[in-house]
């Protein structure tokens, strides 16, 4: 049905930038929140940014003023800008949607995850 693809992701050395960017695709209904999670073996899954519909962000403390995230509902996309990147930032970064149907009178949710992307902060 609805799957969503990661793109973008490397190696960038520390103070460099980085843009991720995910797209979902397939028999779309509605795709509400929109975010970014980023996962370090070992550690636990850090929350990175979420954005609604209407574009009100929110985002994690470690990322706040350095990371950018957006969203074009046309094409049910989201971009997470990253500048400033430090070697802390290096994880897999899992793109996720929740995508709303409606069958008659019944709202049912779905969440979706992209497939993840390397990002690496390295000298």
């Known amino acids: 049905q609805v799957q969503l693809v990661e793109s973008g992701g490397g190696l960038v050395q520390p103070g460099g930038s980085l843009r991720l960017s995910c797209a979902a695709s397939?028999?779309?209904?509605?795709?509400?929140?929109m975010g970014w999670y980023r996962q370090v073996p070992g550690k636990q899954r850090e929350l990175v940014a979420a954005?609604?519909?209407?574009?009100?962000?929110n985002y994690g403390d470690s990322v706040k003023g350095r990371f950018t995230i957006s969203r074009d509902n046309a094409t049910n996309t989201v971009t997470l800008q990253m500048n400033s990147l430090k070697p802390a930032d290096t994880a897999v970064y899992l793109c996720?949607?929740?995508?709303?149907?409606?069958?008659?009178?019944?709202?049912?949710?779905?969440?979706?995850w992209g497939q993840g992307a390397q990002v690496t902060v390295s000298s």
């Open positions: 954005i609604t519909r209407t574009g009100s962000a």
């Open positions: 996720t949607a929740v995508h709303v149907q409606v069958v008659a009178a019944s709202i049912r949710r779905y969440e979706l």
């Open positions: 397939g028999s779309i209904f509605s795709i509400n929140d």
